[in-house]
C-alpha cells in the first residue's frame, strides 16, 4: 500500500508542480508520513524532492533568470540553514503531553505541533483568493528568499511563498518556471547539507528496517515521470477544485499531526 500511495502522489504532484502554487513536497511529505516517523518522512521527502528538482532542472533550468536566482536563491540557503536547524531543535525534545484511547497511547511533540500548524496554514494558503493574487515588487526579492528558505527547511512547503514572490517580476512563463526550479535545487543542497548531520544517520536506518529505501527510489522515479509528462503539457484550466481538495486533505493530515495520531 505504501508504494501505491507514495507513488501515486509523486506522480501526480511532480506533474503538477511546475504550473501550480503548491509544490511536490506539499503533497509527498504528508503520503511519507502516513507510513513512517514524521521525521523520517521529512528526510525521505528531501531526498525525492532534491533528486525531483535536478530533473527539472535539466528540462527547464536554461530558461532561468540568472541576477533573480542570485538575488532569491542566495538568501533563500541561509533562511534553508535556519528552518532546516529549527527542524533539528524540535525533533529532540520530549513530548509535551500524551494521550490514550484504550490501549493506545499516543504523544504530542514539539515538532508535530509545529508542523500540523503548518501544514495547515499552507492548506489554507492554497485555496485562499487573497493570498493568490498576493505578491511583492523587487526590493523584496532577497526578503523572499530568505522566508521561502526557510520554510522550506523547516516542512519543505516552500512553493506557495515563492510564487508570491516572484510572479510578478515580469518573467515570462518560461523564465519564471526555470527560475523557480533553480531557487528550489539551492534550498534542497541547503537543507540536506543540516538534514545530512541531524536526520540521516539515524532516519535512513529506520527506513532500512521498514523497507524503505526502495520506496524512495520508486517515488523518486515517479516523480521524474509526472516532471517530464508535466513540462510536455500545456494546461489551460484552472486548478481550483483540485487545490481545494489538496486543502482538504493536508488539514486532515495536520489535525492527525497535532494531535499525535500520526
Request: aromatic content about 10%; overall charge positive; glycine content about 12%.
Amino acid at each position: 500500500m505504501a508504494y501505491v500511495v507514495v507513488c501515486l502522489v509523486a506522480l501526480v504532484a511532480a506533474g503538477l508542480t511546475l504550473y501550480s502554487g503548491f509544490g511536490l513536497g506539499t503533497l509527498l511529505l504528508p503520503a511519507f508520513a502516513l507510513f513512517f516517523p514524521l521525521e523520517v518522512a521529512i528526510a525521505a521527502t528531501a531526498v525525492v524532492h532534491l533528486a525531483n528538482n535536478l530533473f527539472k532542472l535539466a528540462l527547464v533550468g536554461r530558461d532561468a533568470n540568472l541576477d533573480v536566482v542570485a538575488r532569491f536563491a542566495i538568501p533563500g540557503a541561509a533562511g534553508a540553514f535556519a528552518g532546516a536547524w529549527l527542524l533539528g531543535s524540535l525533533s529532540a525534545m520530549a513530548p509535551i503531553a500524551r494521550w490514550s484511547y484504550g490501549v493506545h497511547i499516543f504523544a504530542i511533540t514539539p515538532i508535530n505541533l509545529v508542523l500540523g500548524a503548518l501544514i495547515a496554514g499552507f492548506a489554507l494558503l492554497e485555496v485562499s483568493k487573497r493570498a493568490e493574487a498576493l505578491s511583492f515588487g523587487r526590493r523584496w526579492i532577497p526578503v523572499g528568499g530568505v522566508l521561502s528558505g526557510f520554510f522550506g527547511g523547516l516542512s519543505g512547503h516552500q512553493g506557495a511563498l515563492r510564487a508570491a514572490f516572484l510572479l510578478r517580476l515580469g518573467l515570462s512563463k518560461q523564465a519564471f518556471i526555470g527560475t523557480s526550479v533553480v531557487a528550489a535545487v539551492v534550498v534542497d543542497l541547503a537543507r540536506l547539507g543540516v538534514y545530512g548531520k541531524t536526520f540521516f544517520v539515524r532516519d535512513f536506518a529506520i527506513l532500512r528496517e521498514r523497507g524503505g529505501e526502495g520506496l524512495v527510489v520508486a517515488a523518486v522515479a515517479a516523480a521524474w515521470l509526472g516532471s517530464f509528462a508535466g513540462s510536455r503539457l500545456v494546461r489551460s484550466v484552472t486548478l481550483r477544485s483540485l487545490q481545494a481538495i489538496v486543502a482538504a486533505m493536508l488539514l486532515l493530515v495536520a489535525v492527525l499531526l497535532a494531535s499525535g495520531l500520526v
